[in-house]
T-cell receptor
Framework: EADIYQTPRYLVIGTGKKITLECSQT?????MYWYQQDPGMELHLIHY???????EKGDLSSESTVSRIRTEHFPLTLESARPSHTSQYLC?????????FGDGTRLSIL | GENVEQHPSTLSVQEGDSAVIKCTYS??????FPWYKQELGKRPQLIID?????GEKKDQRIAVTLNKTAKHFSLHITETQPEDSAVYFC??????????FGQGTRLTINP
């Protein structure tokens, strides 16, 4: 089924660890996005990509990085996790139509 | 760039009554305005959208109106039901590439 998939759904990890959040979509969308969202609060855009080898920083300053080597895959990496990174991370994709979101990764840094 | 303001931040209505959420945008070139519903612990889901070449769109109990001159658009939910309780986000499309979201409205339907 065409969808957007995020793994893991939940992650609890210690300070200083390197973390990669996975996002894959099977809809062939060129544009992909990462948002940070505390539960029920605003969606903050942290990274986006308009296609392979294209990445841009979003409106919210983030210590994370992204890569876009394949159309379907847009992973987000935190080199050294801190408690301030505790949040939910939502991945999304679109072409020229509606934007679709993944189920998110709920990240807790101890 | 585009800026989208959404009001109110919280809204409580009696079951069966109507709910209205309003958004304003700043970029007159924006031409696509979706609305998302996010239930607790779930992903945001598109519920309705409108393009700038129409003034109103309706889907059962949900409607969206757009006023391009005033640069505002609204979500209308009629005959509200408990399952309508959620956080709702409006958005405007900036430069055909990036959605700019409003701050969200937490809607509570009281039985």
């Amino acid at each position: 089924e065409a969808d957007i998939y995020q793994t893991p759904r939940y992650l609890v990890i210690g300070t200083g660890k390197k973390i990669t959040l996975e996002c894959s979509q099977t809809m062939g969308h060129d544009k992909m996005y990462w948002y940070q969202q505390d539960p029920g609060m605003e969606l903050h855009l942290i990274h986006y990509s308009y296609g392979v080898n294209s990445t841009e920083k979003g409106d919210l300053s983030s210590e994370s990085t992204v890569s876009r080597i394949r159309t379907e895959h847009f992973p987000l990496t935190l080199e050294s996790a801190r408690p301030s990174h505790t949040s939910q991370y939502l991945c999304a994709s679109r072409d020229n139509g509606p934007q679709h979101f993944g189920d998110g990764t709920r990240l807790s840094i101890l | 760039g585009e800026n989208v303001e959404q009001h109110p931040s919280t809204l409580s209505v009696q079951e069966g009554d109507s709910a209205v959420i309003k958004c304003t945008y700043s970029d007159s070139a924006s031409n696509y305005f979706p609305w998302y519903k996010q239930e607790l612990g779930k992903r945001p889901q598109l519920i309705i959208d409108i393009r700038s070449n129409v003034g109103e769109k309706k889907d059962q109990r949900i409607a969206v109106t757009l006023n391009k001159t005033a640069k505002h658009f609204s979500l209308h939910i009629t005959e509200t039901q408990p399952e309508d309780s959620a956080v709702y986000f409006c958005a405007g499309l900036q430069g055909a590439q990036k959605l700019v979201f409003g701050q969200g409205t937490r809607l509570t339907i009281n039985p």
